[in-house]
């Protein structure tokens, strides 16, 4: 519920007509915004739908995909010379010094990323929250005590803090047992960091 300000020595209706109109004009943008070290936007854009959605991804010029184990994990199977196709297996190898084979990759016709929704989900989990921080901070503009753009710096910088939250709460659905083995944990949605430290606000023209 909104309060109007009452001005009895001076009149503020031009500056709080003023405000409203900036209010109109102005929006925050909050999601994957960031580059983070190698992975540009497009890239963490890329990943970030892919989870948040969920998709199926298949090959594209060859039979099947190759997923690394952690002897191939930051490669492609051109990159090692010796691979092989082990009779009845789905696995490119190499033969090792002690007369065995060591496996580099899974072949795979394709593979299931499950939906783990986050930026959804982070915003969804604290609308009571963010409709309160909004109607609070709408009264101290409309009161003089804050411009709309700081309004929008402090409801950009909140939504982004649930969504990371979220992030590194989020465990379900579980990672694969080979991503598991991989990563050496079970934190889908986090590796190396990048996807949470992706995540931040703008405000901008609306």
Not at 73 to 90: A, Q, Y
Not at 148 to 153: N, S
């Amino acid at each position: 519920m909104f309060i109007l300000p009452d001005f009895k020595e001076e009149n503020h209706i031009s500056e709080i007509k003023g405000a409203m109109r900036e209010v109109s004009k102005l929006a925050v943008e909050v999601g994957v915004i960031l580059d983070v070290g190698s992975k540009g936007i497009e890239f963490l854009q890329m990943i970030a739908t892919a989870n948040e959605f969920g998709t199926d991804i298949v090959p594209k010029n060859s039979r099947y995909l190759a997923i690394p184990t952690k002897l191939g994990l930051g490669h492609s199977p051109r990159d090692f010379d010796g691979l092989f196709v082990p009779k009845g297996k789905h696995v490119l190898a190499k033969s090792n010094n002690n007369g065995g084979i060591d496996i580099y990759f899974i072949l795979k016709s394709h593979v299931r990323i499950p939906e783990r929704s986050f930026l959804r989900s982070g915003l969804d989990d604290n609308m009571y929250k963010m409709a309160e921080l909004v109607e609070d901070n709408l009264q101290r503009v409309f009161n003089l005590e804050m411009t709309p753009r700081d309004m929008y710096e402090r409801l950009g910088r909140q939504l982004a803090k649930y969504i990371r939250i979220e992030i590194r709460l989020k465990m379900s659905p579980k990672n694969a047992p080979l991503t598991i083995a991989n990563k050496g944990k079970d934190d889908p949605l986090i590796d190396k960091g990048s996807l949470l430290n992706s995540i931040s606000y703008r405000v901008v023209e609306a």
